[in-house]
């Protein structure tokens, strides 16, 4: 069960099949026209007082002129430093994202309704079956919004922190996000699959079975309807899981890269499941700040089409 929020939004599409100058006179004081040597004179001490007055206005003109070369110099150097700053920042920021992911050895695994899963399991988490993945690595904590304001240049989300996990992102804008980043990284990062997501969130070897990603007890390991205060919480605030992942129960719910059939678990492959070929639905997992704990289970599905957005949904890289 879910709240009424998310029930609305999308367990309840579990059951209807997926969820802006004047010049002189020429005379004399006497009134006689002066001679051409007085004349001469007259005129070379006005010349000569222009141009004692442009010394100073030289001099001035000088002091303007190396005030805006410094004024420019100044501005490069501004501009260099802030671009400095930015690359380094920029560089800091990937060069986290690579070290916090976290590699996971393959195993073989139950997935979908297992015992401890079965108190409000619902159909399409049914039947648990044997599922092996290869090994992979996930990052630790999900996406953040300071990694996505570097690759996209924008920040959609409505809880609003650099640490935070990004929200109110599709299906098809992480795929987009996920091309930046590899071009700015020649990484290859992508999203997990479902069989990856779910081993990985039961603590892969490492399992200890518990009903939650980390503990019995949600309220240690995630941000969810009962403690979250209606908003999202910085990644990593929670205890981890066996395999040092955090907030894989609770705060955003993360995009899978499989596709939605409520059915899929009747056939599924055994080894390395991708999800069904066809499909307009995309697999998101995890549960999410808005969720009753039943929807923080480790193996409850939900499923929206690729181009939904939500204040409760993100995602979490793979390699």
């Known amino acids: 069960m879910l ?3 998310m029930a609305a939004q999308n367990h309840a599409i579990k059951f209807t099949g997926g969820k802006t100058q004047t010049q002189s006179s020429g005379q004399t004081s006497a009134g006689t026209t002066p001679t051409k040597t007085q ?20 001099s001035q003109q000088r002091r303007q002129t190396t005030q805006t070369s410094t004024a420019q110099s100044n501005t490069r150097t501004t501009s260099s430093a802030t671009t400095s700053s930015t690359a380094s920042s920029g560089s800091s920021v990937l060069s986290r994202l690579s070290a916090d992911m976290v590699y996971i050895s393959g195993g073989t695994f139950s997935m ?12 399409d988490e049914m039947p648990a079956h044997q599922v092996r993945v290869n090994s992979f690595s996930l ?16 920040n959609p989300s409505k809880s609003v922190g650099s640490r935070k996990p990004v929200e109110m992102v599709s299906w098809n804008e992480c795929q987009e996000f996920i091309s930046k980043l590899n071009s700015l990284t020649g990484k290859n990062y992508r999203l997990p699959t479902e069989a990856e997501w779910e081993y990985a969130a039961r603590g892969g070897s490492r399992s200890s079975g518990y009903r939650f990603s980390g503990s019995n007890s949600i309220g240690s390991v995630a941000w969810y309807e009962g403690n979250s205060g209606e908003h999202t919480h910085d990644v990593m605030t929670k205890s981890p899981n066996e395999l ?13 890269s499989d596709r939605y059939s409520d059915q899929y678990y009747d056939n599924s492959p055994s080894s390395n499941p991708q999800g069904p070929s066809s499909g307009d639905r995309r697999v998101n997992r995890g549960g999410a700040w808005i969720s009753v704990a039943e929807g923080c289970r480790l193996s409850d599905r939900y499923n929206n089409t690729a181009n939904y957005q939500f204040g409760g949904l993100g995602l979490r890289l793979a390699q």
């Open 244 to 256: 040092g992942l955090y907030d894989m129960s609770g705060n955003v719910r993360e995009w899978c």
């Open 3 to 5: 709240s009424l929020d």
């Open 39 to 58: 004349s001469q004179s007259a005129q070379s001490r006005p010349a000569q007082s222009q141009s004692t007055q442009s010394q100073p206005a030289q």
């Open 139 to 154: 990052c630790k904590h999900e996406v953040t919004q300071e990694e996505w304001q570097y690759v996209m240049g924008s």
């Open 112 to 123: 979908g309704a297992t015992a401890e899963q079965s108190d409000g399991a619902e159909t």
